[in-house]
């Protein structure tokens, strides 16, 4: 018998999850893609193909769920939440698919599930997502600040209003304008971790990293505005919103499993790199990329995000690059890449020679060259930034895709002068899940502590002088 915490990471694109260990070791992984265009039982079905690839010897100890953020899912008003599984605890509900089709999210459709899981995936067909990114209709427009007046929609436009400090109150009043009906019969709002630990145990709870970040939620002064802006009672729009509730608790059970409350992404993704400690530091990089640094006193750094860290009197400071990963993936779409086949196209990106003056030459190389360079540069300005206004000078784990190609891990570390860390499992969120279902059974007192007795270190990049010596001369004269 293996012993361990199910782990699972909600992306835009893709579930991620892992059964861990509590030493770290990753006895399993698994990537299921989306079906595209994407819907709330969707999540659910790939949460429950990932659950169904572990061995029956497999003994889940915890279940902790992340996920991208703030992606809400509204779910009706009179549904009747089905009763969690009573199978034996830690035993792994049996999942009947079709051999011959190869399992993924989208191939769910032909899958046998048991009574009590077929209960909970009808429950979420009912569901309705409204992801981070999605678009809203033209001529929507996000107004109103503090004190201003926000007039009724308008047939074929609408106005929001926006929140001082909340990252989810303008995606509900997005969600509000663009699904009027299907908001007027919602119950309950959730982001993605909290809706598959709402479905797997009935208990509605928004989990907070840690009580500072309430205001970059919700608060009464904001849930206020936004009533009086939208024309919304107060009291139904905080009825939406399920109360707040400490991450790294048990909320509640399935399979008599216990159900640890996740955290945003990100938040577990500085927990599953040890970026919780002053002084340490990551580099998560995907579709987008996030340099954070964890501070012992709030500083404030132009063209940086500062929030609270998930350790008490802690901060995190950070930069980011958005779509940095998906940029590169255009591009090679462009050039007659899979978007996703970057360790082919780095290795020709890599042969071609650096220039020191003027452009590189208009070939696939070439401009290859020019755009992680670029890119490395972007990357190296946030580094600069970060380092000024911490006064550390850190080694930067990595998580996330982009840690896998090793060609160009080494020329961000030539291209930045940073040295980064590649630990043996690079997927940040799911180590982050882990140790927070560690900390809710009790098997330590600090998280920082449970997180870094998972990591293990695999190797170093480390800038080459000589190299690295040239990218400066050029980057100083940029």
Aim: proline share 7%; net charge negative.
């Amino acid at each position: 018998m293996h012993h361990g915490i199910f782990c699972a990471d909600i992306g835009t694109s893709s579930l991620k999850a892992a059964f861990i260990t509590e030493d770290g070791t990753v006895l399993k992984f698994i990537r299921l893609l989306f079906p595209q265009p994407v819907q709330a039982v969707d999540w659910v079905q790939a949460f429950f193909a990932a659950w169904h690839t572990l061995p029956a010897e497999y003994v889940i100890e915890a279940i902790c769920v992340s996920g991208n953020g703030p992606s809400l899912v509204a779910v009706p008003q009179n549904r009747r939440m089905p009763e969690a599984s009573i199978n034996s605890p830690g035993r792994v509900p049996k999942i009947h698919i079709n051999a011959a089709t190869p399992l993924s999210a989208a191939s769910l459709s032909s899958a046998v599930f048991p009574d009590d899981v077929n209960g909970i995936i009808d429950a979420a067909k009912n569901d309705t997502l409204f992801l981070w990114n999605e678009p809203v209709p033209q001529g929507l427009t996000v107004s109103g600040q503090r004190g201003a007046t926000v007039p009724e929609p308008q047939k074929g436009t609408a106005s929001i209003p926006a929140a001082g400090l909340s990252l989810f109150l303008p995606r509900i009043a997005a969600f509000r304008v663009k699904y009027p009906d299907i908001f007027a019969g919602t119950a309950l709002l959730f982001s993605g971790p909290e809706y598959v630990s709402y479905l797997l145990t009935g208990t509605a709870v928004t989990s907070l990293p840690d009580p500072r970040y309430e205001a970059a939620y919700w608060s009464k002064e904001e849930l206020f505005r936004f009533s009086e802006a939208l024309h919304i009672d107060t009291e139904r729009l905080a009825g939406l919103l399920p109360p707040f509730t400490a991450a790294g608790t048990v909320i509640g059970r399935f399979c008599g499993i216990p159900v640890i409350a996740g955290v945003p992404d990100f938040i577990a993704a500085l927990i599953g790199t040890g970026t919780l400690t002053a002084g340490t530091a990551c580099d998560r990089a995907g579709s987008s990329e996030g340099i954070n640094v964890c501070i012992s006193q709030p500083r404030r750094a132009e063209k940086t995000l500062l929030l609270p860290s998930v350790m008490p009197d802690l901060w995190n400071l950070s930069s980011v690059i958005p779509s940095s990963g998906a940029a590169f993936s255009s591009f090679l779409v462009s050039h007659g890449f899979l978007g996703n086949d970057y360790i082919a196209a780095m290795e020709r990106i890599a042969e071609e020679p650096l220039v020191a003056f003027g452009a590189y030459p208009a070939t696939f190389a070439g401009q290859g060259r020019a755009f992680v360079e670029a890119l490395a540069f972007r990357i190296r300005h946030g580094c600069d930034l970060l380092e000024q206004a911490s006064c550390f000078h850190p080694v930067y784990t990595l998580s996330g895709g982009q840690a896998h190609n090793a060609i160009w891990c080494q020329m961000k570390a030539d291209m930045t002068g940073r040295t980064f860390a590649l630990p043996a499992f690079a997927d940040g969120e799911l180590i982050g899940d882990a140790a927070l279902g560690l900390f809710g059974l009790g098997r330590g007192d600090n998280l920082a502590a449970i997180a870094q007795r998972l990591i293990r270190i695999k190797r170093y990049y480390e800038p080459e002088p000589a190299v690295a010596h040239r990218y400066t001369e050029k980057y100083s004269r940029c």
